[in-house]
T-cell receptor
């Protein structure tokens, strides 16, 4: 069966510090991978998605970046955190079937980031 | 207009009640539809995929109305453990394989 891991679970960082969040998927190959952010009491905002190694698409302009160095590894980074970067960061994966339609997305446990 | 719209609630119902949520979507070409459940401070988890003919899973029934572009979720015999936020999710239907998440409807089931 497939599992998705995220770490760390909780993070408190000062403004201006760097960030690196990691997500790995087990039990599947060539998944689509996604990074979302959920601000307190708000909906999910798609930040980045990737359909393959080294392929990253950005959804919103921001001071965050993403990388996919391996098939099942997705990393979210920032060089300098802002207060507004606080939130619940969720990684998700999906497996496209039929070649035409998006499949269900499965989420990792998330990282709760507080920027002070 | 938001791509996926839901009543934020909260819906406050007693145990055993039947409760229904509706969700509307703007892209008539959308093909995939889902309901996710999100508990407080947890990740969203798939509750049901919604098929064109509608589908049922125990106490949960999902319906799709393409003509009116809405999706519904019916929960029968509500349990305390059903208290959560229910997210309506629709495919983006472009080449990106993205899903669009509604902001969620909060359900509170009281004893």
């Amino acid at each position: 069966s497939q599992t998705i891991h995220q770490w760390p679970a909780t993070l408190v960082q000062p403004v201006g510090s760097p960030l690196s969040l990691e997500c790995t998927v087990e039990g599947t190959s060539n998944p689509n991978l996604y990074w979302y952010r959920q601000a307190a009491g708000r909906g999910l905002q798609l930040l980045f998605y990737s359909v393959g190694i080294g392929q990253i698409s950005s959804e919103v302009p921001q001071n965050l970046s993403a990388s996919r160095p391996q098939d099942r590894q997705f990393i979210l980074s920032s060089k300098k955190l802002l207060l507004s970067d606080s939130g619940f960061y969720l990684c998700a994966w999906s497996r496209i079937w039929g070649g035409a339609f998006p499949d269900t997305q499965y989420f990792g446990p998330g990282t709760r980031l507080t920027v002070l | 207009r938001k791509e996926v719209e839901q009543d934020p609630g909260p819906f406050n119902v007693p145990e055993g009640a039947t409760v229904a949520f509706n969700c509307t979507y703007s892209n008539s070409a959308s093909q995939s539809f889902f309901w996710y459940r999100q508990d407080c401070r947890k990740e969203p988890k798939l509750l049901m995929s919604v098929y064109s003919s509608g589908n049922e899973d125990g106490r949960f029934t999902a319906q799709l109305n393409r003509a009116s572009q809405y999706i519904s979720l019916l929960i029968r015999d509500s349990k305390l453990s059903d208290s959560a936020t229910y997210l309506c999710v629709v495919s983006k239907m472009d080449s990106s394989y993205k899903l669009i998440f509604g902001s969620g409807t909060r359900l509170l089931v009281r004893p």
